[in-house]
Nanobody, 129 residues
Framework: EVQLVESGGGLVQAGGSLRLSCAASAFTFDDYAIGWFRQAPGKEREGVSSISNSDGSTYYADSVKGRFTISSNNDKNTVYLQLNSLKPEDTGIYYC??????????????????????WGQGTQVTVSS
């Protein structure tokens, strides 16, 4: 059974940092792109960042460029999202998701949640002002 398990969320003050982890199991990691999404209270889920485990290409939403960094350790089947210079508007539940790559889908895939096949349960990030 495919599993994606997020960890690393928590409560942090504005300007602080967190590192989120997404541990994947039961699929060939290199065949997938992994995306991070977030959902704030009362808002729709939005794409934050993604990475292709095949070619290493990355995607960042404009709102997080220069502050968040995505990386992948293929040996550990884990993708990380480093969150720096956090703002209160970064608060939300952060989900990771996996998208199977192939001729129909390549690269980092991006922030369209409809492109993703598997989802984790999420981890809460709260940034206080």
């Amino acid at each position: 059974e495919v599993q994606l398990v997020e960890s690393g969320g928590g409560l942090v003050q504005a300007g602080g940092s967190l590192r989120l982890s997404c541990a994947a199991s039961a699929f060939t990691f290199d065949d997938y792109a992994i995306g991070w999404f977030r959902q704030a209270p009362g808002k729709e889920r939005e794409g934050v960042s993604s990475i292709s485990n095949s070619d290493g290409s990355t995607y960042y939403a404009d709102s997080v460029k220069g502050r968040f960094t995505i990386s992948s350790n293929n040996d550990k089947n884990t993708v990380y999202l480093q969150l720096n210079s956090l703002k209160p508007e970064d608060t939300g539940i952060y989900y990771c998701a996996a998208a199977l790559l192939g001729p129909w889908r390549s690269g980092a895939v991006g922030g369209n949640q409809n492109e993703y096949d598997y989802w984790g349960q999420g981890t809460q990030v709260t940034v206080s002002s």
